[in-house]
Structure formats: C-alpha cells, structure tokens
C-alpha cells in the first residue's frame, strides 16, 4: 500500500505537454513540493497527447528521477490526435478524438500501445477513449447498425487489437488499465461499455471530478464523487484502481478538497490528483496536506461502504443523477450495475427500465418479501406493466402538480407550508388500495408524492420526483424524512434529518457525516435517528458520548420508538460515529 498513508495511494498524472518542458532541475523542485503537501506514491507519466509524444529518454529521466525517490512510476496514453500526414484530416472529431476507422489512426495508435508498454509495467488510458467521429467511412461502416451498436463493436476491437493486445505483445507483465470518466449515463453512446471491457482490461479507474456544479455544463452533484467509486467497484470487483480529481472549475478551497474526501470515503484504492502542472504553489494543494492525513486515519476505523442499493444497469440513462442527489439528502445509496434480488430494500430509477425484464424481477422480488422504491420516472415506463400483473392500481395522469405545501399521513400527520415552489407529476391512486404516506400540492388541491401499496409479502413504494430533479433538494426535511424512514429503517438503522449533507455508513456500523460549503454555509443541528436500542451516540473521533433520548413514530399503522440524538455539523467538516448499545 502507501508509503505515506494505510487506506490509499497518493498519485499524480504528468501529461505530455507538462513533461515535455521538464527539466532535471525542474522535476526536483516541484517534486519536493508535492511531496511536502500530499506525499508522493505513484506517478502515470504520459507517452502521448494530441500532437505530443514523449521520446523515451525525456521519460526514462524523469522516470530514473522519482524512483530514485522510492516513487512506483507507470505509464498513461490519451487518445486523442492532431491530423497528420497519411490520415483522413479535416473530420469533425469532438476534443480530437481518434477515428478508430481511419487505417492510419488505428495504426498510430498500436505504434503508441507497444511503445507505451515496452518502458513502463502498468499503462492507464486517460478518458478521452471513446469514440463521436460521423465521417463518411464511420457512417458506412455502421451500415444499418445504430450508433451505440457500432461503437460498442468498434471499441471492443480496437480494446482487443490496437490497444490491449499490442500492448501485452510488447510486455507480456504489463497491466492495462481504463479509466472511464464521470458521465456515466452517457458511456454506450460513446463505445465505453464496461460491461463488455472487464474481460480485456486488468483494472479500472474512474473520474470523481465534480468541480462546482451550480457553474459546469454537466451539473454533477458532488455526491458523484462518491457514488461513481461504488458502481465501478461493484461492476469490477476488486479491480477499481482509484478516483481521479482535478482543480478546474473549483472557485473554492472546500470544493476542490471535497472530491478527495468523498472518493476517500468510497474507499478507492488510489486517489489521483490530476495535474502535476496544476498542483504547483497551488494553496488548494496546502490546504489538502492539512486534510488528507486526517481522512487516513478516519478511514482506519470504518469497515466496507453500504447503503441502500440502486439498480442502474449498464448502457442506461434516464433520472440522471438522482441517486446522488438523493445522497446531498443524506440517504446513503450504493449504485449496483445488477438486479440485487436479496436486497431488504432497493431503489429504482427510470435507468432500471434498461432492463427488459426489470418488471418480471421486481414483482418476484416484492412477492417475496422485499421492499422496492421506484420513482416516477420508472413508473412512466414500466406501469402498465405493473398494473396488468396487478402489482399496483395506481397511474401517471399526465398532469402536474404545483406544490408549495406538503402533508405527513398516518398518526405522524402535519402540515408543511410555505415552502418553495416544486412542480411534481400527479400520482393518481385508488382510495384504501394503497396508502400515501406523504401529500403535496396547493390551496385545496394535493396529491401524493410518496405512496405505498403491498404485494405478496412486500411492499412497493413509488416516489414522485420533481420535474426538475435538482429540485428535490427544495422539499422540506419533515417530507424527505418520510422517505428515509422507508428506506433506510431496517437496512442501516439510521437515517439523519438534514440536508445538504450526506450521510456515508459502513458494514461495521461506522457512520460519517459531512456537510458540504455551500448555500446556507453555517453550523446546523443535525438530528440521527436509529430503531436500534441504544444507550448513546459515540463521536469516534473525540471520545464523547452524545446522550440519547426516546421518539415515538408511526410506520405501517404500527406505533414503534425510535431512539435519537442531536448533534452539529459545521461546512467542511467530517465527523465518525457509533451507536452505542
């Protein structure tokens, strides 16, 4: 493992056009640096980008250098090419991608694969390994294929034949790695398919770079940085390699240092800071060495990450992102490319309807005993379906609902009002055929926005969401808390009445908070809540026992206590916890 830290790896990527003006003197100082702040355990040195190659003395140097300073030092490629003689130039190629039709591109990049593994024993792809190229050969080449059919082909034979097998023709000890990057909903419109790929490649890598949401164009909640670690581990088991995080577009300290910490939480095996140019008298990477020691030692106490699964198959997208956004609510999700059929409890998005036969396992799943929460986006496709093999009577309208209020059913009953605008789909149900546990609407219109129906011995929940799926970050605590209870009693027997805060939980019963910087950037009191008998709540960082006292609640038209216990959390920090019984 690390040389500086138990739980990780500190590593940092050098791209081509950083090495290419790097001096001996240079590399000394900033390496030095580096060391200072973060630790320095591995470096990929990069052998090509766009216009750029490396010749192998500027590599070997630079490569001699940091392991005479104990550094393990692999190789990197980014595919992507400037036109060149002999190839088809002027084609419309996104970030200048290869055309992996082009008979001089593909040969270009065998000649980079062999060379790449010749002088290092490990060679990561950078995430510019897919394909958007529409040239004519490209378009006669798919033929009557869609796009996603051609590109998931074409990249499996350029992975077998241009990249992997060359490679392990020049090395036969060289470890291929591919680095899928942060946009998973969109990877099988662009040739990155996983699911095909873990037969060629030895590992992965995946990007948990979220930058400042409010100001990218991808909008990625930063509880990506988390969740994207846990989907790929769970799609490659134990050969998720690490998280890969950069300093572009974060306008804080906080926001740069919080992708380290949540891919930290996820437990990658390495954390790649991207790049070595960018770390430089850069004061975020100050402020890191401060950080990241701690995280080390809090991650020595936690056992394996869990939370409520959340089936998103392979070469799916729709509700993108919701997951995460559900985790910035507190609910602790683990993403899984696989129907998790022995789940107690499991969540679903309208991703699952990827699956063709998601309706058929979910209603074997809930006849057996489990509880199944799906959203409405989910519903749109699939509830004809679950109405003709009368799993729910319940339907879509087509209507919306305008909600500035929100009611708790049941013996928990109360009124939310005066809230912030949210525009839900209207959920039609049939009276006592199913229950809503929590209402929303305006004046004297309402409708449910969370409602439950049984079936067999489980129970199916659906969930509406909002219109604009960033919206549910405006629903008021009392409401999102009806839905943590569902879920998450009896999985993780905790949940927290909060919001932009997650809630990170473990299979040794370690929890960790951490409340994010950003909008009301203040301490706030955080209630956590367990149905576990209890005698206090432990901070496993100071010592202190935080006294508990009891709570009545109403679940399933049964009273039940709940056990709870108040506690503060503050913007940019991290705090571990036990239940103490």
């Not at 499996?156 to 990249?163: A, E, Q, R, Y």
């Not at 059929?341 to 809930?366: F, G, H, N, P």
């Not at 109405?387 to 929100?406: D, H, K, M, P």
């Not at 009545?552 to 503060?568: G, K, L, P, Q, S």
């Amino acid at each position: 493992m690390s040389a500086h830290f138990k739980n990780f790896t500190t590593v940092v990527y050098i791209p081509a056009w950083i090495q290419r003006d790097l001096t001996r003197e240079k590399l000394e100082k900033d390496y030095d640096f580096i060391e200072k702040y973060i630790g320095l355990d591995k470096v990929y040195l990069e052998t090509h980008r766009g216009g750029i190659d490396i010749e192998e003395e500027k590599l070997l140097m630079i490569k001699d250098f940091l392991q005479s300073r104990g550094v393990t030092v692999s190789g990197g490629i980014t595919t992507t090419i400037d036109d060149f003689e002999g190839a088809e130039n002027g084609k419309r190629r996104l970030f200048n991608t290869f055309c992996y039709t082009d008979p001089a591109m593909r040969e270009k990049l065998r000649q980079i694969s062999e060379y790449t593994a010749r002088i290092f024993d490990e060679v990561i792809l950078d995430d510019f390994y897919f394909t958007n190229c529409t040239c004519e050969r490209c378009i006669k080449e798919k033929g009557s294929r869609s796009w996603e059919q051609f590109r998931h082909g074409l990249m499996m034979d350029v992975s077998k034949n241009l990249v992997v097998g060359p490679a392990k023709a020049a090395n036969p000890n060289v470890k291929m790695v591919i680095k899928y990057p942060n946009w998973r909903e969109s990877f099988h419109f662009t040739g990155y398919v996983p699911e095909s790929q873990g037969d060629i490649f030895n590992a992965t890598y995946i990007g948990t770079e979220t930058r400042s949401p409010m100001y990218t164009d991808q909008h990625l909640p930063e509880y990506l940085s988390y969740s994207l670690v846990r989907f790929m581990e769970n799609a490659w088991p134990g050969r998720c390699g690490g998280g890969w995080f950069d300093t572009y577009q974060c306008y804080s300290t906080d926001r740069y240092q919080e992708q380290m910490y949540l891919t930290a939480f996820a437990k990658a095996k390495e954390l790649m800071f991207f790049q070595w140019g960018d770390l430089i008298d850069n004061p975020y990477v100050c402020a890191m060495g401060l950080q990241i020691g701690k995280i080390d030692k809090m991650m020595d106490k936690t056992g394996k990450p869990c939370g409520i699964p959340v089936y998103i198959p392979h070469a799916s997208s729709g509700e993108n992102h919701l997951e995460m956004r559900l985790g910035m609510l507190g609910l602790p999700v683990e993403p899984v490319p696989y129907f998790p059929a022995t789940a107690e409890k499991l969540l679903l998005t309208e991703s699952a309807l990827a699956d063709k036969s998601i309706v058929d396992s979910l209603a074997a799943y809930v006849e057996r005993g489990g509880d199944a929460v799906i959203t409405t986006g989910f519903f749109k496709g699939a509830g004809e379906e679950l109405r003709r093999n009368g799993i729910t009577e319940a339907s879509l309208s087509g209507g919306f609902v305008n909600a500035s209020r929100y009611q708790v059913t049941g013996d928990q009953a109360g009124n939310i009002n005066e809230c912030a605008a949210v525009v839900f789909p209207e959920l039609v149900h049939g009276n006592n055929a199913s229950w809503s546990l929590l209402n929303a609407g305006d004046g004297d219109e309402h409708s449910s926005i969370f409602l439950r129906s049984a079936y067999g011995k489980g129970r199916l929940y659906i969930m509406a969401v909002p219109e604009h799926g960033s919206d549910i970050c405006k629903m008021p605590e009392a409401a999102v808390d009806v839905l943590k209870r569902a879920l998450l009693s009896g999985v993780n027997d905790t949940y927290i009445s909060g919001k932009g805060i997650s809630m990170f939980t473990y299979d040794d019963g370690s929890i960790i908070l951490y409340r994010y910087v950003k909008n009301d950037a203040c301490p706030m009191s955080v209630r956590m809540h367990t149905s576990k008998k209890v005698k206090a709540l432990k901070d496993a960082g100071s010592g202190r026992e935080i006294p508990v006292h009891e709570v009545m609640v109403f679940e399933d038209f049964e009273r039940r206590v709940e056990y709870v216990a108040d506690v503060i959390t503050r913007p940019g920090e991290f705090n571990m916890y036990r239940w103490e019984e």
